[in-house]
C-alpha cells in the first residue's frame, strides 16, 4: 500500500533526524526556555521582518489553536472561521471545550472574505438583541484552508482591514503554510503574515519535523502573559528544545521551503495526470493536496494499490477524494500513481 | 405603545401574584426544599403521569437550558438542534461555555426531524475520523418552537424513538409549554413529554409567572445530582418557595391552560385579519406567535401604535415580524390591532 | 419552631411586596432595560457617589460572584479569597466551573490581611516556576464576612491600594452589606466601597427583597460588555424590571439601612443574653449574624424550639453555632430566646 | 554547570532515539492507530497483568493529568489530592480550566492516607447543605510524589478500598513511575498498580524518552470514548507511532527498570554523601530525587558548579532543596558532586 492519505505518515526530515541525534545528551533548561528555541525564535523573528513578535513553540495543530484561541477571546466571545475549517469539523469541540462559539461562515473551496466577515460584524452589532448573541472577537483563516487554497495578498490585505476596523483579531491557521509558501501561485511571504495578522504559526508536524507548530504572535495584547496558557492547556513540552532544534534544521538554509516545494511540485504532477484524463477536480489550488471527483470503480481500482482519504460525495456515481504529497513522497510513488492514473 | 413584542411584558397573572403575597411572611427552608416545592412537583408528577420523576426550579430559560445541557452530556459530547433554536442563536453561547458544542440541523419553521436526527448520527459513527469530531448526545427541541410551531405527536415519538436507538438524551424546552398545549391543533400533553422525553421543562415565566421554570426529569441518569449542577450554575434560588408558590398558583384549577388559551385565541384573531387582507405569513402556527410577511410601508405604519419584534427581511420590500401575545395580552388591544390591519 | 437558621426565610418587605403589585400589570421593555431599573442605577450611582458607574442587576449570590468573576479574568488567572470564602465553601465550585481556581488565604474571623495578599502576589512573581502556578488576577472579600465581622475603613483602604500596586482586581461581595452598612461599629459606606473597589455588589436577598443583587462596577475595564455575560450565564431576567423595582423600593426612604439596622438591633440583643451568661463567641462581630460557643446539652434544648444553623466543633462538649436575624425577625421571638438563654 | 535540578535536562535514551532513527521513514497510520502503538498496548497490559486494559499514550504529564481527570468527572465533582500536589500547585490551574476543583488534603512528605480521604467523603455527605459544596469525584495520587516518597502496597491497598466503598476513581500519576518501581524499598508492581486503581500512567518524559506518557485504563467507565477526549485537548499525536515506539524501545527487556534503577542508585549516593555530613533531610525517600536541608552558605558554595533546584525555606539559615538525577546522569557527575559535599 502507498499512502497519499494525509502528509503525516512518516518521521521527520532526515536532517531534522540528525539534529536531534546531535543534540540528544546535552544538558538544557526545560520548557522552551533553552539556546536552542531562543536561536529559532530570533531566526523567525528575522524571516518575519518582525522583530517585536513573541515565538512559541507548541506540539501540535488542534492544541496550538485552541490555546491561541483561549487566550485571545473574553468569555462572551466566538471565532469567525470558514464552516470547513478545522476548529469547527475536525478537533472534538476545543474551541467549545474552552468556552467559545465558532462562528461559521459559508466558505467557497475553504476560503471566507473580508465582506462576509464585515457583514458578520454589521449585523451583530445593529440587532436589537446583541447581548444576546456571542459576539465576534476573532477571525480564523487556515492558509492553505483544508481543501489546499490559498488567499491572495489582496485577499488577505482585505481581511486584515476589515479585522482591524472591527476589532477582531485576526489569526492565521498555518499547519501547512511551507505548502503555501512554495506553491507556484504564491504571493503571500511570512513578513506578509506578520504585518497582517495578529497571530499565525508555521506548522512543522506536517512540513518535516516529527511534530512543532511555531506560534508568532505580532500583536502586543496577546503576548501578554501567553506561556502561562500553554502550560495550562498541557502544550509547554517539558524538553522544549526540542521544538527548537526542530525548527532551526527546518528554517536555516530554507529547507522548509525546499521540502515544502518537493511536495507541491509532485502534487502537480498528479494534478495533470488527473487533467489529462478529463477528470474535474473539487476545488483549484497549487499546494499538497489533490481533490479529484471521481467515478466509484475508478476510486475501487486506485483503492488496491493506493491509500488516499475520502472527501464527500458529489453525486450518486461521483466522490471527491483526497491525495497528500508531502516532504517525504518519493518521486517513483507518484510517477506509478500516474501511470495508474493514464490507465484508469 | 401598545407592546407585541414578546410574552414577557407584565409581571404575573394576579392570582400568581395573590398567593406570593399570602404566604410572603411564612418561614420556610431555602433552596426548594420547602413544603411548596413539594406540593408542586407533587402535583406536577401527577399532570405527567411520571410518578417517579424528579421536578426542579429553577428562574428562567436560558439557565435551565445550559444548566440541563451541561448536567447531562461528557466533554466531547455536543446537542442537536435546530439551526434557529434558541440555545444556538439567542443564549451568547451558555452551551459553549458549559464547554459543548451545538451542533446544528437546518430546521423548516423551527423544527426538525426523525431522520434529520438519524441522519446525523449514522454520518457521524461511519466517519473514519469520528473521534476528531464532537459525539452527538442529546437533541434539544423547543415546543413550541421560535417560531411558533409544534411537533405533531407522531413526529415527537419518531424522535424519541430515533433518540433511544441512537443512544441520545431527549430534551423539550417547554419555555412556552402553555401556548403549545392550549394551541387548536395540539395533540402533545405533559404526559407525552413525561413518556417521550428524558427531560423537559413547563415555563413560567413567558406564561403567567413573574419568573420559573419547572424542570421535569423522567431519565434516573439525569436525575442524579442534578441539585448540585443547578448550585454551581447559579440557578439555586435562594428563596425557592417563591417557584414552589408561582407553580402551585399557576397549576391548580388548570389555570395555565386557561391564561395560555387566552393568548393563542387572541393570536389567532390577529391571523385572522392579517389573512383577511391576504398578507402570508412566514410559518403556519397556532400558539401565541404570529409572523406575517409586510411591506415596508405597512410595518411603518403599524410600528407608530404597536410594538411588534423583527424577524427577518423576505425580500427587498417586505419582511417578516412577529406579533406576539401573552396571558396578559387585553383583548380590546387585539381589536384595536386588528382594525388597523383591517385598514392597512 | 422559629427559625434563626438564615437570613432568607420570609418573602420580601411588605414595601416591597406592595411595589411589585402596583407596577404588575405595567407593559416594559424586559431584560433590565426598563425605567424601573434606570431610575434605580441612577440612585444607586447617587448613593455611591459614584457618577460613571455601570449598575447591574441579577437575582442572586452565587450567580453574581461566578459571572463577576468570569468576567474580570483571563484563563490563567485566580481569585484571591479567604479560606472560608463563600466561593471557596459553599458555591459547589461555580468559579473553578468557569475556568478559575480560588486561591484562598488563611483567614482570621473570615478576614484577609493587605499583607496577606502582597505576599502572596510577592511570591508569585519571584518563583522561578510562575508561569506553571495560576496567576493571581483578583481579590475576592466578603463585607460583612461569612462570619458577620467586617472590614474597617483604613484594613480596606490598605487592601485596595496593595490590589491597585499588584494590578489585581478588588471585588467585595456585599452579600448582606446592609447589615454591615447599619452595624454600630461600621465605618464604610457606599461611596467608600465605590472608591476603593472595581465592582461590589449591594445585596437585596438577604436584606428584604424577594431576590436581587445590584452589581456596582467602577472600574471601566471590567464594565465592557458586562451584560453579554449576564446573559451568557444566566443570570439576565426577563422582566428585569422586578429587580429594579425592588431595589428602588429599599433603597428610597433609606429602608434598606433601617431594616438592617432592625436586624443588627435583635442580634445585639441575642449577643448580650449569650454574653450575661459568660458564652464565648467564635467570633466578635455587630452584624446580624451571632456565634456562641455552646455545650452540646445546651445545644440540644434550644434545638426543641429554635432553628439555627450548625458551624463547626470547637471541642468535644461544644460546637460554635450560627443564630441569624434578618429584617423580617420579629423581636417577640428574639425576647423569647434571651429569656430561655438566661434559663440555660 | 552541572545539572542535578531535574529530570528532563537530557533528550532520550540512545536505545530509544535508534529505535526512532530506524522507523523514520515508515509510513504508518497517525493518531496512535498504527502498530507500534499496538504492541506497545500489548506489552504493558501483558506488563500490568491487566489483559481488558485500554492503554493511551500522550506526551506530558500535565496534558495527562487534565485529560484523565476531565474524562472521569462529572461537572460538580472535584478532584482529592495532597494539597503538595503537582495538579494544584504546578500545572497553572490546568484541571481548574476544565471546570473542576482540586479539594485539597494536607499532605506530609506529599502522601495522603486512606483515612483523609474516608473523613472527607464521610464529612461531605453528612453536611446539610453537601449540594453546595463540590463533591469529591476522584483521588489522585503521585507515586512517587512530589517529595519522592512512595506509597506501601498496603497503603495503596487501603486507599483503593476506601476509594471503591466511597464512589471515587483512584487515578495515579506515574510521572516518575519508574523511579518508584526501581526503588531500594518498592513494594509496589505495575500490576498492583492495575488492580487497585481505576487508571495510572507510566511516565515516559523523565524516565528515558524525549516524551510520552502511557495511560492504562482499568474500569471500563473510564475507558469508554477516552479517545475523544485527547484529541479535544489536544493530546492526541499526529505521528502518534512516535509515542509507541519509544515505549517499546524502553519496556521491551526492561529497559524502563534498568536505567530507572541507574538514576535512584546514583540518588543514594548523593544522600549517603549528605548524611555522612550530617545533614538532614526534608522528607525520607528512596527514589531519584534528594531534599537536603542546607546553610545558605552552604547552598551558595554548590550553587557555584551545580544547579539544583529551590523547595522551601525551612528556616532563617536553612532552606530545602532538591538534588535529582535521572537515566542520563552521569556517574562522575555525581561523585564529583559527592565530594564537593564532603567538603562543605
Not at 109 to 122: L, N, P, S, Y
Not at 228 to 234: A, D, E, F
Not at 282 to 291: D, G
Amino acid at each position: 500500500m502507498i499512502y497519499f492519505n494525509c502528509d503525516y505518515n512518516e518521521g521527520a526530515h532526515e536532517k531534522v533526524m540528525e539534529r536531534l541525534f546531535a543534540t540528544n545528551m546535552e544538558q538544557t533548561e526545560g520548557y522552551g526556555t533553552d539556546p536552542y528555541c531562543k536561536k529559532a525564535s530570533e531566526l523567525i523573528r528575522e524571516k518575519c521582518a518582525a522583530p517585536t513578535a513573541a515565538v512559541h513553540f507548541l506540539v501540535g495543530g488542534t492544541q496550538t489553536n485552541a490555546t491561541v484561541i483561549a487566550a485571545a477571546l473574553r468569555p462572551h466571545q466566538g471565532v469567525l472561521a470558514a464552516h470547513t475549517a478545522h476548529i469547527n469539523v475536525h478537533e472534538t469541540g476545543a474551541v467549545e471545550a474552552s468556552g467559545h462559539k465558532v462562528l461559521t461562515l459559508p466558505a467557497k473551496g475553504g476560503k471566507i472574505t473580508a465582506e462576509q466577515i464585515d457583514r458578520f460584524v454589521q449585523a451583530h452589532v445593529s440587532d436589537d438583541a446583541f447581548e444576546h448573541i456571542v459576539q465576534p472577537g476573532m477571525v480564523y483563516l487556515s492558509h492553505p484552508t483544508e481543501l489546499g487554497t490559498t488567499y491572495s495578498l489582496e485577499e488577505l490585505e482585505e481581511i486584515s482591514k476589515v479585522c482591524r476596523k472591527d476589532g477582531l483579531f485576526l489569526f492565521v491557521d498555518g499547519a501547512r503554510l511551507g505548502y503555501a509558501l512554495a506553491a507556484s501561485d504564491n504571493e503571500v511571504g511570512m513578513e506578509d503574515l506578520a504585518r497582517l495578522c495578529d497571530v499565525f504559526y508555521i506548522g512543522g508536524t506536517k512540513v518535516g519535523a516529527l511534530f512543532g507548530e511555531a506560534v508568532v504572535i505580532t500583536n502586543p495584547l496577546l503576548q501578554k502573559d501567553f506561556r502561562y496558557i500553554i502550560k495550562q492547556r498541557g502544550g509547554m513540552l517539558a524538553k522544549g528544545r526540542l521544538l527548537g532544534v526542530q525548527f532551526l534544521a527546518l528554517l536555516e538554509d530554507d529547507l522548509y521551503l525546499e521540502i515544502a516545494g518537493h511536495a507541491d511540485g509532485l502534487a502537480e504532477m498528479i494534478r495533470e495526470a488527473f487533467t489529462r484524463k478529463g477528470i474535474p477536480f473539487l476545488v483549484e489550488s497549487h499546494t499538497n493536496q489533490v481533490f479529484p471527483i471521481l467515478e466509484d470503480s475508478m476510486l475501487e481500482r486506485l483503492a488496491q494499490k493506493y491509500s488516499y482519504s475520502y472527501q464527500e460525495r458529489v453525486d450518486a456515481g461521483h466522490s471527491a477524494v483526497r491525495f497528500c504529497t508531502s516532504w517525504a513522497t518519493k518521486r517513483e510513488n507518484v510517477e506509478q500513481l500516474c501511470q495508474d492514473i493514464e490507465r484508469l
